[in-house]
């Protein structure tokens, strides 16, 4: 053994020094599946510490099942397959892809795998120390990533030096610098699967709502797509954000175009919902005098009369492609194809419950 890899003057408990660096041996291929490591004398005499400390080190990695122990024999490293596995979902827990690309994990992997979420909102603690936890402390098998707009390449490099950890995948968007498994969405195509629903049905005036700000989100990446289509077709997109100016510019439109209703993209079910109900509520005709799609696709425009159409952009489809990557990966031990996957939007076009 070379060198003492515990330092009491670092911050990180001894015990969980001692962890990592048993960790990072099974990571490194120097300890392989059954092999014994040292016994609890022997780690207490080498590095310094107290029998009590090895002992409770040793004995929360048996209940992560990364250790088996074998009465009066010692600790062996435990079977891969033995453990569940365990899977990081690095995302902001209120974005719209959450609950879907969740459900299309859970949906492929069930009971084989347990996900940790971590919310990218909670950023007030450094990368490095929320890898070194998920590494170290929870020992996932991989880490599936939605990068906050704009961080990308940094957050590509801050993970750098934990890809001897776990393997790593990014969901709806990824570096441009990054060679890993990537399941991206398609944002522009959501907007012109929902424009082209509007040409179809002869509408010509078309109106972007949202009462949400500007913040590098997806929904920033709808506008900047909604703009794009406007501009090719020659037109300038209409944004509002106040519904109380919907129900003017609807009738000013239908004044100077045909009988056809307004076309209206809402950025969200949330925001299409809204503003459905206010738009009834001052006299506009649904669908005959607006029409509504939504890209997003939850259950609430179920609920609701008249029914929504919505885009659903392929977040399920995200999280299941990139769950069956995993279940691939596992199988090959690590050497699955770092293949990109592109989701497709789907006009659907829903029917009341109520």
């Known amino acids: 053994m070379q060198g003492n890899p515990i330092s009491r003057h670092k911050s990180m408990p001894i015990k969980e020094q001692l962890r990592q660096w048993i960790l990072n041996r099974i990571s490194s291929g120097e300890l392989k599946e ?3 490591i040292l016994s609890i004398n022997k780690i207490a005499k080498e590095f310094k510490i107290g029998r009590e400390t090895v002992r409770l080190s040793l004995d929360s990695l048996v209940q ?3 250790l088996k122990p074998k009465q009066g024999k010692g600790y062996f490293i435990a079977p891969r397959e033995r ?5 990081g979902l690095f995302a902001k827990v209120d974005g719209v892809y959450i609950r879907p690309v969740y459900q299309g994990l859970m949906e492929e992997l069930g009971q084989s795998a347990s996900v940790l ?5 909670a950023l007030y603690t450094p990368v490095q120390s929320i890898m070194e936890n998920l590494a170290y402390h929870h ?3 991989r880490l599936i990533i939605v990068p906050p707009r704009g961080s990308e390449e940094d957050l590509n490099r801050e993970i750098a030096p934990y890809r001897r950890s776990f393997r790593i995948a990014w969901i709806v968007r990824s570096p ?6 990537s399941f991206i969405a398609d944002d522009f195509a959501c907007v012109t ?11 010509q005036t078309c109106i972007y709502f949202s009462r949400n700000e500007e913040d590098r989100s997806t929904y920033t990446t709808q506008r900047a797509s909604f703009r794009d289509f406007q501009r090719k077709k020659g037109t300038a997109g209409t944004f509002v954000r106040n519904w109380e100016d919907m129900v003017p510019l609807i009738k000013n439109a239908r004044t100077h175009t ?16 809204f503003l459905l109900t206010r738009l009834l509520a001052n006299g506009i005709k649904i669908p005959s005098e607006a029409s509504l799609i939504s890209c997003d696709n939850s259950p609430i425009t179920d609920l609701v009369y008249p029914a929504i159409t919505t885009v659903d952009i392929g977040f399920r489809e995200l999280g299941r492609q990139a769950a069956l990557w995993i279940k691939e990966d596992l199988f090959k031990n690590g050497a699955a194809a770092q293949r990109r996957f592109v989701a497709s939007p789907v006009l659907v076009k829903k029917q009341t419950t109520l």
């Open 34 to 36: 059954g092999e014994q």
């Open 64 to 66: 992560q099942e990364i």
């Open 83 to 87: 453990r569940m596995l365990r899977v």
């Open 117 to 121: 979420v971590i919310d990218t909102q």
């Open 139 to 141: 020992s996932i098998d």
């Open 176 to 181: 441009v610098t990054a060679t890993d498994a």
């Open 193 to 203: 699967v929902a424009m082209d629903y509007f040409k179809a049905t002869a509408i």
């Open 258 to 273: 045909s009988a056809a209703p307004v076309g209206i993209l809402a950025e969200n079910d949330i925001e299409a919902v």
